[in-house]
């Protein structure tokens, strides 16, 4: 099967990325010794993760049900548009299935799926960093100094 004639088993969506983040996020490819494009792809989807699981929470749930019955109701999406300063444009590709996820329930939100891939890269990026780091504070109470994780433990100075 050529490459032309291959079935597409990704979709691709250009999102505008805080440059900040984008830094982060490239910062813990270099740490991990990963490629950038796959850790982006990870931490978005570990975002929508954590997100989605968190509707088995029923008050978040309620307010889910809610906002979804307003948004579907009304058919009328809102689609702010905040300041595009210091952001880049980044082109991604996910899995269909992931990506759909993302669509029905931005539509349920109300929200479009750049906004939402966005929101789960952020989310998904904090989460990461917070476990890397209570992993290394975790591992430098047991030994002193672990190589892997040292440069995740800030340096006191003496």
Known sequence: ????????TRSRIAVRVPTALLQTVRGLALLMRSPMVGLMQALVIFGAILTFHGLKDPERLERFKTTAKQNLSERQRVRPRGQQIGRRLVTMRLAPGIMDAIAKYGEAVGRNRSDLIVQFLELGTRAFTESQLALAHALQQEMPRPVLYASLVPHSSQ
């Open 1 to 8: 099967m050529s490459y032309l004639t291959a079935k597409k």
